[in-house]
């Protein structure tokens, strides 16, 4: 399997819907059993709510915050982060082309150990 940034950036923004008026932020590029890697930029504001699976966000452009849980984190491009299932998280005063690889894995409730 392989996908370019090109290829998964043609992707986006998805289609439009009340909750994305503006379109899908988030587009799916490689996916296999309970793994799955896709592409995230959002527009002006971030949305997430907790995810039920364990997740690896891979900065890819721009700059911000990621805030998870009660800590902040300063993230540009290459930094990387896990957020833990079940954890709140999101983007917070990122830049206009802020955007982000993200990896989901495990099983639902994430992984123990």
Do not use: N
């Amino acid at each position: 399997m392989k996908i370019s940034l090109a290829e998964i950036r043609a992707r986006m923004p998805g289609a439009t819907s009340a909750q994305w008026p503006q379109g899908e932020p988030y587009a799916v590029g490689l996916s296999h059993g309970s793994m799955s890697l896709g592409y995230y930029a959002p527009v002006g504001h971030d949305p997430q709510h907790p995810h039920e699976r364990d997740e690896i966000y891979i900065i890819d452009a721009g700059s911000g915050r990621l805030r998870i849980g009660a800590e902040v984190h300063d993230c540009m491009r290459g930094d990387a982060f896990f957020v833990a299932a079940g954890i709140e998280h999101r983007f917070e005063d990122f830049s206009a082309d802020f955007a982000t690889w993200v990896v989901f894995w495990g099983p639902p409730g994430g992984e123990q150990g």
